[in-house]
């Protein structure tokens, strides 16, 4: 005779009123006992929340295009809660899945659990008030912080900055969780020189799919480490990270310079990157670009950098020539290192291709530079413009194939569709810089560029953006061209399978011992196998 279990959104929600139930009735062991021994189950289950208001903000994410409702959304008060919560669902006669949500910035529901539940990780870090950031030296790896992975970029770089340290990569933005980027990887224009942020990790405290709290790092539990950094929240909640500080610099020199000829855009790029020694005193900090095109405004949200003055001519060039390719790159420095600066950018930059009268240049603080996108995010906030969808496409394309995307993509479906609205970035990394143990997937070239479409639009247009996203995909799988999609939005498992190419195995292997009841971040649609009981 087949059994028939009830759904996981009907046992949370009996869960969720059996303890009212214990709260009201009375405490005693015996009530405890029927939902599950041998588990704080008061402690956990009055932080399940179900109310309309709470439910709602879990339902969706900075991309506001899925909306996923989850059953209840949990506040925790410490690590041990989350732990106990993964143990109560990996333990249940009926699992239920469990999302963890640092700031929500994912953009297609990744940080969702439909009829699961949703881990506020900003209740944590409420709770735990910025304690949870602690800056050290070890002998042997040098300066480092101990970091929540519930706390906020921003928050780790002024408690750094108050030991004149930092970290070496970053990503654009600021105001995201630790454990959220480095379950992604964490990329910005740093990565060319000083890897994605998850090069950069030392250590971790894992809670996994088993509700066990496990301590990992290069030098032991090594497989869950490398599962974990860039592991899409599949294996476990990170607790804490062990970021790598190096002595922070003072200010920033920032040039931007234009080009018209793609070629020469990335040859310059590739140039520069190869300079790329962390010791290396003629080497850049950072470098980006990006596209200047009729649809969207000269300087965007996320900086704003040419005077205005010369927004006409740059206007003429942009009409002239339909995109212009904008090359970003920034050198830090300190009172030390100032009075050899012009001398080392200018010997840089000397023989490149750009646009001659084209050179632009700022000098601001190192906070300024790090968190230049802040100003932008806090204009369009109170514009009533930072709430709408976000349909983002963001892609690593091989060096190789690099030319083909320019013609068939930028010079084609965009300059077509004519709907482009937010920034296109295009700039190169160097693969040597990432770990390929990692879960992190990119391409299998020396050198590969990531390109972000950055869109945003109204709630009634998105649909033409997420269009133009499937003709972009469309066109590489017919061109062969070997993308990868950074932030994956895949639905099926033949899609995924593809994504990981030669570590889907390894990627699946370590899904079954670290989280084998699927029950972590369902968001990500990698696993749709149905949960099963028990035993």
């Known amino acids: 005779m087949a059994l ?10 009996l869960l969720v009123t059996i303890t009212r139930l214990i709260y009201t009735v009375g405490k005693t062991e015996q009530r405890k006992a029927l939902i599950l021994p041998d588990l704080d ?29 989850p059953a209840a959304v949990f506040h925790p008060s410490s690590i041990d809660d989350i732990a106990t919560l993964i143990k109560t669902s990996y333990n249940s006669f009926v699992p239920f899945h469990i999302a963890a949500r640092g700031q929500g910035h994912s953009t297609q529901g990744q940080a969702m659990a439909r009829d699961g539940v949703v881990v506020d990780m900003a209740t ?58 480095l379950s992604n990887a964490g990329i910005s224009g740093q990565s060319f020189r000083y890897g994605p942020q998850i090069s950069n990790v030392h250590e971790m405290d894992v809670i996994t799919g088993k509700g066990e709290f496990v301590t990992c790092s290069t030098q032991k539990n090594l497989e869950l480490f490398n599962a974990v950094l860039g592991g899409l929240g599949q294996f476990g909640v990170i607790a804490r990270a062990r970021i790598a500080l190096e002595a922070a610099p003072k200010r ?32 850049l900090d950072f470098l980006e670009g990006m596209l200047l095109m009729n649809q969207g405004p000269i300087n965007n949200w996320r900086s704003s950098f040419f005077p205005l003055s010369d927004h006409p001519r740059i206007a003429s060039l942009i009409t002239e020539h339909s995109i212009l390719y904008c090359l970003e790159v920034a050198k830090y420095y300190d009172d030390q290192t100032e009075k050899n600066l012009d001398k080392e950018i200018q010997v840089l930059l000397q023989g490149l291709a750009y646009i001659p009268g084209f050179y632009y240049e700022k000098n601001v603080s190192y906070v300024e530079f790090l968190n230049r996108v802040r100003s932008g995010e806090l204009k369009l906030q109170s514009q009533g413009l930072w709430e709408v969808p976000h349909p983002w496409l963001n892609l690593f394309i091989p060096k190789s194939q ?22 296109v970035l295009v700039y190169p990394m160097n693969r040597n ?15 590969f560029y990531t390109v972000g479409f950055l869109h945003s639009s109204g709630f009634d247009s998105w649909k033409a953006y997420d269009a133009q996203n499937r003709e972009i995909l469309e066109f590489c799988r017919d061109a062969g061209i070997k993308v990868k999609q950074y932030l994956p939005n895949h639905s099926t498992q033949e899609d995924w399978t593809n994504h990981f190419g030669a570590k889907w195995m390894k990627f699946l292997e370590r899904k079954h011992q670290f989280d084998p009841r699927m029950i972590l971040s369902p968001g990500q649609k990698i696993f749709h196998k149905q949960l099963q009981p028990a035993f």
Not at 252 to 278: H, P
Not at 403 to 418: M, Y
Request: charged share 25%; aromatic share 10%.
């Open 4 to 13: 028939n279990y009830p759904s996981s959104t009907c046992f949370i929600l």
């Open 41 to 69: 189950i008061e402690n956990i289950f009055h932080k399940l929340r179900d109310d309309p208001e709470t439910i709602q903000m879990a339902s969706t994410d900075y991309g506001h295009i899925v909306h996923e409702l």
């Open 124 to 181: 944590l870090r409420k709770q735990r008030n910025g304690v949870s950031i602690t800056v050290s030296k070890d002998p042997l790896i040098g300066h480092y912080a101990d970091v929540g992975g519930e706390q906020l970029w921003i928050d780790v770089l002024h408690a750094s900055l108050e030991h004149g340290l930092a970290p070496v990569s970053w990503t654009d933005y600021l105001y995201l969780t630790v454990g959220g980027t």
């Open 252 to 283: 920033v020199k920032w040039v931007r310079l234009l080009y018209s000829d793609f070629s020469a855009f990335t040859e310059d790029q590739e140039r520069l990157i190869s300079i790329n020694g962390k010791k290396q005193k003629n080497a």
């Open 402 to 423: 690099i030319l083909d995307f320019n013609s068939g993509v930028f010079r084609d479906i965009i300059l077509k569709r004519n709907i482009s609205s937010g920034p």
């Open 433 to 447: 810089k990432w770990d390929d143990r990692m879960s992190a997937s990119i391409p299998d070239e020396d050198v």
